[in-house]
C-alpha cells in the first residue's frame, strides 16, 4: 500500500482511497441513474455503472477488510427525480452493503436530491451533508468551506484524469488522484470517479478549469501530485504538475 496522504492509503488500481484510522474506504461519483437519463434523451447506453460500483467494492474488500464506506458524493445522477431505475439500482447496491455488514456513510453530492428517499429505508445508512474528522475534512466538493490550517481535504466532483502527449501530438488520457498542497498547512486530495461515463476532466495549471472553489481559490497546482491509475497494472506516482507543464494537454 502507498500512504498519500497521514492514514490515508492506495492500492492495486483501485479508485479510492483507504481510511485506516476509521477502517473505511472512500469512493466517489458513482453517478447511479446516468443510463437512465441518458434513455430519456434518446441515448442508450449499456448498463454497466452499477456492475463497476460492485466490482470495485468486492476488489477493495478482499484487499482492505474494511467495515465501513464512505460514499463522498454523486452516487446518484439525476437531479430532479428519482428514476425508477435509479431507485433499483441503489436498493440493490445498499442491500448488498448491509448483507455484508458494512457500515455506509452517503455525504450528499450535488446530483444527490431526492436520495434520502431510498437511504432512510436502510438503518445501516447514514445520509450527511460532510464529514469532520478533525485532520480529516471529507465533503464532495461543490461548496465552499472555512480553509483550516493543518487539514486534509477530501472531495470527489471534478473527476480527474491527466492527458499526455508524445513527441507525435498523441494523447493517453488516464484516471488519477490528485494531492494539491493549499495556500496554508492543509491540503486536499481529489478523488477519480467511480462511474464508467465520468471518465475524467483533464488536471491542468489553470486554477479556472476547476470547479471546486477550493482549488480555484487556494490550491498551489504547480505542487499537485497526480497518482495515476493504470488499469489491471497498478498506480503510478507522477512529479508534480509544474514539472509535466510541456506534456499535458
Do not use: W
Request: aromatic share 10%.
Amino acid at each position: 500500500m502507498l500512504e498519500i496522504s497521514q492514514d490515508l492509503f492506495i492500492e492495486s488500481d483501485i479508485p479510492g482511497l483507504y481510511f485506516k484510522k476509521m477502517n473505511a474506504m472512500i469512493l466517489s461519483d458513482v453517478h447511479i441513474g446516468y443510463e437512465e437519463e441518458m434513455a430519456k434523451k434518446g441515448i442508450f447506453l449499456p448498463k454497466v455503472q452499477k456492475k463497476k460500483f460492485i466490482d470495485i467494492y468486492n476488489k477493495s474488500l478482499k484487499i482492505f477488510k474494511f467495515d465501513k464506506i464512505i460514499i463522498d458524493g454523486d452516487l446518484k445522477h439525476m437531479f430532479n427525480s428519482l428514476g425508477k431505475e435509479e431507485r433499483s439500482d441503489l436498493n440493490d447496491i445498499f442491500n448488498i452493503l448491509k448483507n455484508d455488514n458494512i457500515k455506509v456513510i452517503v455525504i450528499k453530492g450535488n446530483h444527490d436530491n431526492y436520495i434520502s428517499l431510498v437511504t432512510e429505508k436502510f438503518d445501516n445508512v447514514e445520509l450527511v451533508d460532510n464529514l469532520d474528522l478533525g485532520n480529516i475534512y471529507i465533503y464532495h466538493g461543490h461548496k465552499d468551506v472555512k480553509l483550516r490550517d493543518n487539514t486534509t481535504y477530501i472531495i470527489g466532483h471534478e473527476h480527474p484524469r491527466i492527458s499526455i502527449k508524445d513527441k507525435l501530438g498523441f494523447s493517453r488520457k488516464l484516471q488519477c488522484f490528485l494531492n494539491i498542497p493549499l495556500k496554508n498547512s492543509s491540503n486536499v486530495i481529489v478523488l477519480p470517479s467511480i462511474g464508467t461515463y465520468q471518465s475524467g476532466n483533464d488536471v491542468s495549471l489553470l486554477h479556472n478549469n476547476y470547479m471546486s472553489p477550493i482549488i480555484r481559490n487556494f490550491g498551489i497546482l504547480e505542487k499537485a501530485k497526480p497518482y495515476v491509475i493504470i488499469e489491471k497494472e497498478g498506480i503510478m506516482e507522477f512529479p508534480e504538475l509544474g514539472l509535466l507543464k510541456n506534456i499535458l494537454f
